[in-house]
């Protein structure tokens, strides 16, 4: 049996199947989310999680997946949160919008 029968097997019996999205299969981000989430990391400023999404968007250049990547974005929407197909996709911001005085 090879690797990558075993790990499609894996991914078929999974309970969350389901939420697998099979075109994505081969993606350079795999296993490295932290890097690709907008989840706030505590204490991270502006600068630090720039710094973070860096390396993401240059992996995303190489990924063999990008465009399946970009369609899968485009289909969810606001859904689609953090880094995909090289494009940061932020969560709405919350709270009103500041006046240029605020600034």
Request: some cysteine; glycine content about 8%.
């Amino acid at each position: 049996m090879t690797a990558r029968f075993r790990r499609e097997w894996a991914i078929r019996d999974h309970p969350f199947a389901e939420l697998i999205d099979q075109r994505l299969t081969g993606a350079a981000c795999a296993g490295r989310a932290p890097l690709f989430d907008t989840d706030p990391v505590p204490g991270e400023t502006d600068a630090a999680r720039e710094a973070r999404y860096a390396p993401a968007l240059k992996i995303c250049r190489r990924c063999p997946v990008q465009d399946q990547c970009a369609t899968a974005a485009a289909e969810l929407g606001g859904q689609a949160l953090g880094v995909w197909a090289g494009i940061v996709h932020a969560p709405p911001s919350r709270g009103r919008p500041k006046k240029a005085s605020e600034s």
